[in-house]
């Protein structure tokens, strides 16, 4: 009777432990790095700074939307559907690519975009946003 209370206790404790991991899964992020991107998509943090992801500079354009440079091209990743459209339909002529896709956080579900573009009309794209969003 002793071995069946100390095993159900030791399960008790080991679920209240797994509860507690999954609750406080969500990426944590350094605000002194700055740094976004934790382990994996479902978790991205933003800051109204300039910040280094991936050792790249990041520029905010607008609310949840960035501009980043990578070796080859530039990069707008965006969260937010107004957003979004009003950069696609004034630029889709200078668009390379983009993408979208679906990401879950706690708060739900909800839209991921990225704009490829060159980095020279990243440029035109980064002046446009200062006024129109």
Known sequence: MKTKAIIIGLLIVAQIGAFTLK????????????????????SIKWSSYNSDVKGKEVEI???E????????????????????MKLFTTH????????SSWKHDRHGR???????????DAEIVKSWAKSNL
């Open 23 to 42: 609750a406080n899964a969500q990426n944590k992020v350094d605000y002194k790095k700055r740094s976004f991107y934790g382990g994996t998509d479902s």
């Open 61 to 63: 354009l607008a609310d």
């Open 65 to 84: 939307t960035t501009l980043s440079y990578t070796d080859k091209y530039a990069k707008i990743e965006c969260d937010n559907d107004k957003v979004f």
């Open 92 to 99: 889709y002529q200078i668009v390379t690519r983009f993408t």
């Open 110 to 120: 909800y839209k991921h975009y990225t704009i490829y573009l060159n980095k020279e």
